[in-house]
């Protein structure tokens, strides 16, 4: 007797007697005889059994072991690999009965995700789910053979760590030992540069980060994301290394890709996608519209007039409305739109007393047939609204209809960022970034037109890798921290073991952190990353198999020094 996975029997095995293990995925009946889907991760076969032979009664996902003989199937099913032969049961044993589902395991369901998610364990059974599962593990291996192959060595860091700001919140770990926490971390980011000075040279590590902050359907809570840090290197060389990693994982997967990726610098993103990570499969750039601004027109009364033409397509008063609503969400002041048919003004959504302007507008730029968008407002919210706007063009109208792969660097950030609620500069990208050189005799003066040594990997509008070359001298890391008015006293409190190891001699270095979660979300055509990770939180943070998070006892809690406080808002 042979034991088999549910994929493995052909027509070779006709005659043998078989042992499968597995679960009901479907049952029917037709006259005496009962014929049986069995399921494992592998594949499905069909058994049959006689129902009035078989005491026990079966339902879909009980568990069972089958022992029978293999024949030829008198009609093939070719969407199975099993497809050509059966197995006549000759004993089958329940190893777990299941009770009636909360829904189908099968790819075309038609229920809540937050079912689905209730009851995880069940929705893992369905094949695009595990699959996904099963190529996240293909994927980790590929990345580590590629690295290790580089000479890189898989470091481990720490998961209790301390609080170091770096963009989001922290999670917070209270300690027996009052008033201390630990707090998990929001990248391994000081640990690696801490590895570069203690002359390992090449780091990697699939690390596991943790990130207090708004969901959305490329964001959990914790991820996974692909670490790397390297001595000796400058911004070209780490984004050498990484097309060549991103070509070796893509060809494991059968899909070919072309190295050298797109560089782009981030001004010039913004000021054509309205996003620092844009979407380059398709056009739709944004146009400059400044001929269009009028002090005496108050609907193009604002410094920045910037507009999107949607090439064939003519949207309705109902498509606007909702339209309207995501520029305004993303800080536009309002959407304005205009149909147009053989060159002609044929429906707007605002009224204005001389359209000759927007009309020559048109002639130039020889627009024909479709919708012209119009945002007027200041230029970040003008780039910002119309960006969002693009994306969800996209979504509504299938601007792209093939499976394509458009990489591209972001290059030449900011430094900083302007925080107007503190009324203070921070850093763009995080504290420890190197300044472009032509920067570094500048940028104390003026850190607004700084820019930095930082780089982003962006695919399919999605960022999937985001790295810097890093500072490596004290004395200019001091001065970083100044000029985000962090004090020395803060900075040593928050960083002090960080300062201390840049005084003892460290190399020049540089890395980058890649998503792995939201790179495989994006392989797999998912809508959302927590169709990627095998036990995610909801959109609300919730895991709602395990009902996490929850309240703790009052024992707990004064165990660790801990009282909740009457909720205010």
């Given at each position: 007797?042979?034991?088999?996975?549910?994929?493995?029997?052909?027509?070779?095995?006709?005659?043998?007697?078989?042992?499968?293990?597995?679960?009901?995925?479907n049952?029917?009946?037709?006259?005496?005889?009962?014929?049986?889907?069995?399921?494992?991760?592998?594949?499905?076969?069909?058994?049959?059994?006689?129902?009035?032979?078989?005491?026990?009664?079966?339902?879909?996902?009980?568990?069972?072991?089958?022992?029978?003989?293999?024949?030829?199937?008198?009609?093939?099913?070719?969407?199975?690999?099993?497809?050509?032969?059966?197995?006549?049961?000759?004993?089958?044993?329940?190893?777990?009965?299941?009770?009636?589902?909360?829904?189908?395991?099968?790819?075309n369901?038609?229920?809540?995700?937050?079912?689905?998610?209730?009851?995880?364990?069940?929705?893992?059974?369905?094949?695009?789910?595990?699959?996904?599962?099963?190529?996240?593990?293909?994927?980790?291996?590929?990345?580590?053979?590629?690295?290790?192959?580089?000479?890189?060595?898989?470091?481990e860091?720490?998961?209790l760590a301390?609080?170091?700001?770096?963009g989001?919140?922290?999670?917070?770990?209270?300690?027996?030992?009052?008033?201390?926490?630990?707090?998990?971390?929001?990248?391994?980011?000081?640990?690696?540069?801490?590895?570069?000075?203690?002359?390992?040279?090449?780091?990697?590590?699939?690390?596991?980060?943790?990130?207090?902050?708004?969901?959305?359907?490329?964001?959990?809570?914790?991820?996974?994301?692909?670490?790397?840090?390297?001595?000796?290197?400058?911004?070209?060389?780490?984004?050498?290394?990484?097309?060549?990693?991103?070509?070796?994982?893509?060809?494991?997967?059968?899909?070919?890709?072309?190295?050298?990726?797109?560089?782009?610098?981030?001004?010039?993103?913004?000021?054509?996608?309205?996003?620092?990570?844009?979407?380059?499969?398709?056009?739709?750039k944004?146009?400059?519209?400044?001929?269009?601004?009028?002090?005496?027109?108050?609907?193009?009364?604002?410094?920045?007039?910037?507009?999107?033409f949607?090439?064939?397509?003519?949207?309705?008063?109902?498509?606007?409305?909702?339209?309207?609503?995501?520029?305004?969400?993303?800080?536009?002041?309002?959407?304005?739109?205009?149909?147009?048919?053989?060159?002609?003004?044929?429906?707007?959504?605002?009224?204005?007393?001389?359209?000759?302007?927007?009309?020559?507008?048109?002639?130039?730029n020889?627009?024909?047939?479709?919708?012209?968008?119009?945002v007027?407002?200041?230029?970040?919210?003008?780039?910002?609204?119309?960006?969002?706007?693009?994306?969800?063009?996209?979504?509504?109208?299938?601007?792209?209809?093939?499976?394509?792969?458009?990489?591209?660097?972001?290059?030449?950030?900011?430094?900083?960022?302007?925080?107007?609620?503190?009324?203070?500069?921070?850093?763009?990208?995080?504290?420890?970034?190197?300044?472009?050189?032509e920067?570094?005799?500048?940028?104390?003066?003026?850190?607004?037109?700084?820019?930095?040594?930082?780089?982003?990997?962006?695919?399919?509008?999605?960022?999937?890798?985001?790295?810097?070359?890093?500072i490596?001298?004290?004395?200019?890391?001091?001065?970083?921290?100044?000029?985000?008015?962090?004090?020395?006293?803060?900075?040593?409190?928050?960083?002090?073991?960080?300062?201390?190891?840049?005084?003892?001699?460290?190399?020049?270095?540089?890395?980058?952190?890649?998503?792995l979660?939201?790179?495989?979300?994006?392989?797999?055509?998912?809508?959302?990353?927590?169709?990627?990770?095998?036990?995610?939180?909801?959109?609300?943070?919730?895991?709602?198999?395990?009902?996490?998070?929850?309240?703790?006892?009052?024992?707990?809690?004064?165990?660790?020094?801990?009282?909740?406080?009457?909720?205010?808002?």
């Amino acid at each position: 007797m042979k034991l088999v996975n549910n994929n493995q029997l052909t027509k070779n095995n006709i005659g043998e007697k078989v042992s499968l293990f597995g679960w009901v995925h479907n049952i029917r009946k037709f006259k005496e005889f009962a014929f049986v889907d069995l399921r494992d991760r592998w594949g499905i076969t069909q058994f049959i059994y006689k129902t009035n032979d078989l005491k026990i009664q079966l339902t879909k996902e009980s568990v069972v072991n089958v022992i029978g003989i293999v024949r030829e199937r008198k009609e093939y099913n070719k969407d199975l690999k099993t497809g050509e032969i059966e197995v006549i049961a000759e004993e089958i044993k329940l190893l777990s009965k299941s009770k009636e589902l909360p829904f189908e395991i099968n790819d075309n369901i038609s229920v809540s995700e937050e079912l689905r998610l209730k009851y995880r364990y069940l929705d893992l059974r369905r094949n695009i789910l595990k699959n996904n599962i099963i190529l996240k593990h293909k994927i980790f291996k590929h990345l580590r053979d590629f690295l290790d192959n580089e000479e890189f060595i898989d470091i481990e860091t720490p998961i209790l760590a301390k609080s170091t700001p770096e963009g989001a919140r922290d999670f917070l770990v209270p300690t027996r030992n009052y008033k201390h926490f630990f707090a998990l971390p929001q990248s391994p980011q000081l640990f690696k540069q801490i590895l570069m000075a203690a002359g390992f040279e090449k780091y990697f590590q699939f690390a596991k980060v943790f990130r207090d902050e708004d969901l959305r359907k490329d964001r959990q809570y914790e991820f996974f994301q692909l670490d790397m840090e390297m001595s000796f290197v400058d911004e070209i060389d780490v984004q050498n290394l990484v097309e060549k990693m991103m070509q070796y994982l893509f060809k494991k997967l059968g899909i070919d890709i072309k190295i050298p990726f797109e560089r782009m610098q981030y001004d010039y993103a913004i000021d054509n996608y309205g996003s620092d990570k844009p979407d380059l499969r398709y056009e739709n750039k944004l146009i400059n519209a400044n001929v269009l601004n009028n002090p005496n027109e108050f609907l193009f009364k604002n410094s920045t007039t910037k507009s999107i033409f949607l090439d064939d397509i003519e949207i309705s008063k109902k498509e606007f409305k909702f339209l309207d609503e995501i520029v305004q969400k993303n800080k536009g002041n309002r959407l304005l739109y205009l149909n147009i048919k053989d060159g002609e003004i044929i429906n707007s959504s605002f009224k204005i007393s001389d359209f000759s302007q927007i009309k020559n507008f048109i002639i130039d730029n020889e627009f024909l047939n479709g919708t012209l968008f119009l945002v007027n407002d200041e230029y970040m919210n003008v780039c910002q609204s119309l960006g969002a706007l693009r994306v969800e063009l996209n979504s509504l109208f299938k601007l792209v209809n093939e499976k394509i792969y458009k990489f591209a660097w972001i290059v030449d950030w900011p430094m900083f960022e302007f925080d107007e609620e503190n009324q203070r500069f921070v850093a763009a990208h995080h504290p420890f970034t190197m300044f472009k050189e032509e920067s570094l005799e500048t940028f104390e003066k003026d850190p607004k037109n700084a820019r930095a040594k930082a780089y982003d990997l962006v695919l399919n509008g999605f960022e999937i890798a985001g790295g810097s070359i890093r500072i490596h001298d004290a004395e200019l890391q001091r001065k970083m921290f100044k000029t985000i008015s962090m004090s020395l006293e803060k900075a040593q409190e928050q960083f002090g073991f960080f300062l201390n190891s840049l005084e003892y001699g460290i190399p020049p270095h540089g890395g980058i952190a890649l998503g792995l979660d939201r790179l495989i979300m994006i392989l797999t055509n998912s809508d959302s990353i927590r169709d990627v990770i095998p036990f995610p939180v909801n959109s609300k943070g919730i895991n709602l198999m395990l009902e996490s998070p929850s309240e703790v006892s009052k024992e707990q809690l004064d165990e660790y020094y801990l009282d909740i406080q009457k909720k205010t808002h």
